[in-house]
């Protein structure tokens, strides 16, 4: 491969150096010898500064990123990130604001994450939203936590279980776990709901709650929301919302109307705010007024025209240092304020539109996994008639090829071969239109040469690797040696040979 890039610790050489310091002014001290390492230099790569910007401008360039191109991963509402949200987060009353300064000193920031707040119940129907948790999986944990402390303080102590439907992300039955509860599966219906029979088989007095995406995962509205928030009620169980989907229904469904007790919103999907590289991102929750008193510290509120922090009475504690991910706040908040109500909507009606466009567009070649109207994303299956050795991996894999980023794949896990497909609103038909011939030109070099899909990707700077043995066997140190065998490279001796790498 011609564009290879190596370790950074293949580009060191002995004595080069990246920063050029001001001659000492000051008389030179010894370090303590207690604090000297005994064993040399800490193996950390010697290089110019040229070759360490290079090297990571080199590295950026590899990433796929929404701002090269559609990124349709379902379930993730992987939107164009607006740069006016750079701006804002940049401001410097907000960039250099101090966690720990005064009240009195931070009343702009209060008073933007008390609008935030008021703007996230208001969508959602809710009473009490708290910024702190760092992203959704961080608001469910926080959710169950704040069921269990409501559970307890009203003497109710047998609820132990958390009812999970099998279509769920799997952050809901890990959180729930993590929060020491017992995890009940759902069963999916013929239609891609929650199976209202399974539903009443699996609840009881100890049913503490259950966890609904709605939209599912599946893509597809959960039309009996209601009746099933009425049974969990009637079970004695709450109602948690994965507000993951929460794009499909902006302006048109409030959750809490539909009979939910408790959501998290992520900001980083629904809220334009980036992804990030796994973080920071942030999980808001909202809640009802019943479950107020236990939310996680602190929330903003107001005192006439004064902003404060409050910690609500029976608090399940803190969740998250300081004020939870505030530049996401700010971005989140500009966004709101960008589009306002009217544009809200229109975000869910496009994002809806543009899934369904995808939907009608291939659903001849590729099999759809619940014949219906779908929401904002639309769940196919990699199975083609004329090419059945097709598999979804190679498919995605030749996405790549074509230059999209690959769609969600074999999630859910309960439909096989799913391609999970969310284009979001903020694709024009143009690149929808591109996609979707991509993914027909697929199919159909499937049908002719099935090596074609086999082989990709073959224009990325890897081609396809062993995913599985790097889950399973991962190795993460690295030994020069063996990266030149892997590599097929013959050692040959250099000066920077000697150099000692570490090992983390
Ligand atoms: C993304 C997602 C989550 C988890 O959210 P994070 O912010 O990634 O922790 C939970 N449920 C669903 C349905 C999701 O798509």
Redesign the pocket.
Known sequence: MNNYEPPIFELSGPGKIGANLPRLDVPQAELPQALLRDDGLPGIPELTETEVTRHFTRISQRNFCIDTGMYPLG??TMKYNPKVHEEAARLPGFAFAHPMQPEAQSQGALELMYGLQNYLAELSGFDQVSLQPA????G?FTGVLVFRAYHLDRGDTERNEILVPDS??G??PATAAMVGMKVVEVKSGPRGNCSIEDLKAKLGPHTAGLML?NPN?LGLFEQNIQEIARLVHEAGGLMYG?G??FNAILGIVKPRDVGFDFMHY?L??TFTTPHGGGGP?S?AVGCTKELAPYMPAPVADKDGDRYYFRTPEKSIGRVKSFWGNFGMLVRAWAYIRTLGAAGLKEVSDNAVLNANYIRVRLQHVYPVAYDRTCMHEVVLKGQLKEAPQARTLDIAKRLIDYGFHPPTVYFPISVPEALMIEPTETESKRNLDAFCDAMLKIAQEAAEDINILKNAPTTAPVRRLDEVGAARKPILTYDRARFRELRGEHEHATPDDQLTVPSY
């Open positions: 379930s993730c992203a959704g999986a961080q469910e769920a992300h952050t809901n995406t995962t994965d993951a989907n992520n980083h999907k991102g999980g």
